[in-house]
């Protein structure tokens, strides 16, 4: 699974395309890959998960209950979308990815295939 | 125990390092806290009779945050766990931030430390301070 961050496919790059990139971590055992996203400000229904090839894209759109006229006056979160892509490597298995997401974190399992799963083989004495 | 690829394969992934790296060398260094700006990130907005403070505090129970306000002082702080990485486990990416955070904002004079809200959702702290009423803006009425 590696990190791709590529700019988006469209060659228009509008203001719109513009996102932050979320902090992640990335965690793998022999069954398979946990992922953790810090998506800050994001509610559960803007939040969207897909895997087109073998490409995992996050991206999630910030709603903030902001008054009416409040201007901002010191920024850190500049932009009200985040978006990170990974390539996930051919022994996982996208079909059976879970998802959860609690107060702003996503946690993403990703199991690696039945074929892919660490066998003990026996050795038989003849 | 961390993982980190010794042989590139490709050019893109030298340039994806590149592109990591370079910033590093050519901005000032870090600050000695670590990150440039810190945890939680925050947003400092007003109205005429409101201070609006944004903290992005992701994956927190409310209950162990702290808010203060002393003296015109807005203090955030509270700890944040590491996920729990069994010994059989490799780290690929440890980029989310954990531990102790505390961070500390300086509020205008007007404001009104009765009348605070503070309110998580969605990995957000919103706390929202009224300003007082006698230095609102207000039209005066010609006799």
Redesign the interface.
Known sequence: MSDTNQAPKSTAATREDAALLPPVDVLEDAGGITLYADLPGVPKDRLSLHVEADVLTIDGEVVLDAPEGMELTHTEVGLPRYRRQFTLSKELDAGKVKASFEQGVLTLRIPKAEHAQPRRIEVQVV | MYYRSMFPRDLL?EL?RLQREVPQTVEPGPSIRGQK?GY?????????N?V?I?A?????DPATLDVQLEKGILTIAGERKA?A??E??????????AGRFRRVVSLPDDIDPNSIVAK?????L?V?VQRREETQPRRISIQ
Not at chain 2, 56 to 60: D, K, S
Not at chain 2, 89 to 95: F, K, N, Q, R, S
Not at chain 2, 120 to 124: A, F, N, Q, T, W
């Open positions: 992934a994806e700006r939680p990130a925050l947003n400092v907005g007003g109205t005429p409101a609006e944004y992005f505090a992701p994956g927190l996920p990485v069994s059989q486990a490799t780290v690929h990416i440890g980029e989310r931030f998580y959702r969605d990995g957000v919103h929202s």
